[in-house]
C-alpha cells in the first residue's frame, strides 16, 4: 500500500472497509444460492438447473471479476484524487452487488417454493407442459426451444421473464422462467398465454402481426387500427393459449379480468392488454369462428347483461364500437392467416384448435374412460388437453367446480411424481 497520507488516512480506511464489505458480500452470494434446498432444484429439468445455475454462477464470476478490479485500483492509488475514483468505482460495486442479488434472488426464491414437496410436483407438471407447447411448434419451425421453468406466486396475473431478457445486472436471462398464480395454479390456461409470448419472442409474430393488424382494421380509421396493433403480443398470446386449450382459456380469462362495472371498460394508452370486454369478446369470436355455438353464447350474453357498452367511458367506447364487427378478421389474423416468422404456416397449423374443441375432448374423455386422470399414459401424452378438458368441465358443470379442480390437482401430482421418477 502507498505511504500513508494524513489527509487521506480516513478516507483509505473508509474505502477499505466499504470495499472489503461488498466484496465479500459477492464471495457469499453462493450461500445465498445455497438457501434453495437439494430437493428443490432436484424437482427441475436436469438441463433446466444445468442453464439456471450456469447462469447465476457466470453473474456472480463476474461480480467478484469487478470486485477484483476495484482492489487492485484501491491498492495502486497514491493520491487523493486517485482514491476519490476509487470511491466512484466502490459505489458502481455496490450498485451492481444489489443488482446481482436482486437476480439471484428472484431466482432462487422461484426454486426455493418447490421445498413444499405438492408444489413442487404441480410444478413439474406445468414444466412438462410449457415445455410441451413451445417445443413442438418451434421445432417444427427448425427453431431450437429454450430451458423453461414454472412457479407460483400471489396476485392476480401470469407471466414471463423470456430467455435473453435483459436483467437486473446487465446480463441475459439463461431461461424462460414463467410466474403463474397460486389461485389459478389448477385453472393455468395462463401457462399457456405466456408460452405464447416466449414462441412469439423467438418467432418475431408480435412484430409480423402488429403490422397485418393494421392492414386488417384499416375500416375502423388509422388511429383505432394503431391501438388495436399495439395489443398485438396480448392477442396474440390470447390466441396461442386458444389453440392449445379452446374454450377453457377464454373462460378463465373472463373469470380474472371481469370486474365491476367501468373495470371491463378501463382503456390506458400504451397499455399492451385490450380492453378487458373486447379481449373476452374476441376470445367468444374465436369460440364461435372454429366450433360454432356452444357455452361462449352463455358467456358473452352474460357480459353483455353485466356490462352494457352505454356503462363505457366515451373514450373506450369510441374504440370498442368500430372494432366489435371487426373481430372475425382478428381471429382469423391471428389463427389463420400465413405469417412469414411461422415460414408461411398458420398457427392452427402448429397448434391445431380443433384438438381442444368440446366434442374432442369429450370424445377423449369417452375413449379414456376411469384411466384419463389416472393413466401415465393419459397424463403424459395429453396434460395439456386434460387441461383444457377439465377447464371446459368447470366452465359447463359448475355445480362440480371444487371436485373438478381436485381431479386437476391430484392427475398434476401423479404427472410431476412420473416425471421427477423418470429424471
Request: hydrophobic share 45%.
Amino acid at each position: 500500500m502507498p505511504p500513508v497520507d494524513r489527509t487521506t488516512a480516513g478516507l483509505r480506511s473508509q474505502l477499505l472497509r466499504q470495499l472489503n464489505h461488498w466484496k465479500g458480500a459477492a464471495e457469499r452470494l453462493d450461500d445465498f444460492e445455497a438457501s434453495a434446498p437439494p430437493d428443490a432444484w432436484g424437482t427441475l429439468e436436469r438441463y433446466v438447473g444445468v442453464a439456471l445455475r450456469a447462469g447465476l454462477k457466470t453473474a456472480r464470476e463476474q461480480l467478484n471479476r469487478e470486485a477484483e478490479a476495484v482492489r487492485a485500483a484501491f491498492y495502486a492509488a497514491r493520491f487523493r484524487p486517485d482514491l476519490e475514483r476509487v470511491a466512484e468505482q466502490v459505489a458502481t460495486l455496490r450498485r451492481r452487488y444489489l443488482q446481482t442479488e436482486l437476480l439471484v434472488d428472484f431466482y432462487v426464491a422461484a426454486v426455493r417454493a418447490r421445498s413444499n414437496p405438492e408444489l413442487a410436483l404441480q410444478l413439474r407438471a406445468c414444466d412438462v407442459m410449457a415445455d410441451r407447447v413451445i417445443r413442438g411448434p418451434l421445432e417444427a419451425l427448425g427453431m431450437k426451444a429454450p430451458p423453461v421453468m414454472t412457479y407460483f406466486t400471489t396476485g392476480v396475473g401470469a407471466s414471463i421473464m423470456r430467455i435473453g431478457t435483459r436483467l437486473w445486472d446487465g446480463s441475459l436471462s439463461p431461461i424462460a422462467a414463467i410466474r403463474l398464480t397460486y389461485h389459478n395454479r389448477f385453472r393455468n390456461t395462463s401457462l399457456f398465454h405466456e408460452c405464447g409470448h416466449q414462441v412469439a419472442g423467438i418467432t418475431g409474430w408480435n412484430e409480423e402481426f402488429a403490422r397485418l393488424l393494421r392492414i386488417q382494421l384499416a375500416p375502423a380509421g388509422s388511429e383505432v387500427a394503431d391501438t388495436a396493433a399495439g395489443w398485438a403480443s396480448e392477442i396474440a398470446a390470447d390466441a396461442y393459449a386458444f389453440a392449445w386449450t379452446g374454450y377453457a382459456s377464454v373462460v378463465a380469462l373472463s373469470d380474472v379480468v371481469a370486474g365491476q362495472g367501468a373495470e371491463v371498460f378501463r382503456f390506458l394508452m400504451g397499455d399492451p392488454h385490450p380492453i378487458s370486454y373486447l379481449r373476452v369478446m374476441l376470445g367468444v369470436e374465436m369460440c364461435r369462428r372454429f366450433y360454432g355455438m356452444g357455452p361462449w353464447d352463455d358467456l358473452a350474453s352474460a357480459w353483455q347483461e353485466l356490462y352494457p357498452l352505454s356503462q363505457a367511458p366515451p373514450v373506450a367506447a369510441s374504440v370498442i364500437a368500430p372494432l366489435l364487427p371487426l373481430l372475425p378478421r382478428i381471429v382469423d389474423a391471428s389463427l389463420r392467416a400465413r405469417m412469414q416468422c411461422f415460414r408461411g404456416k398458420t398457427l392452427i397449423e402448429l397448434a391445431d384448435p380443433q384438438r381442444a374443441a368440446p366434442a374432442a375432448l369429450r370424445e377423449m374423455e369417452r375413449k379414456a374412460g376411469g384411466a384419463i386422470f389416472t393413466s401415465t399414459h393419459w397424463m403424459w401424452t395429453e396434460c395439456v388437453r386434460l387441461t383444457a378438458l377439465t377447464g371446459l368441465r368447470y366452465a359447463t358443470e359448475p355445480e362440480k367446480g371444487p371436485d373438478i379442480l381436485k381431479q386437476q390437482e391430484q392427475w398434476m401430482v401423479r404427472l410431476g411424481e412420473a416425471t421427477q421418477a423418470a429424471a
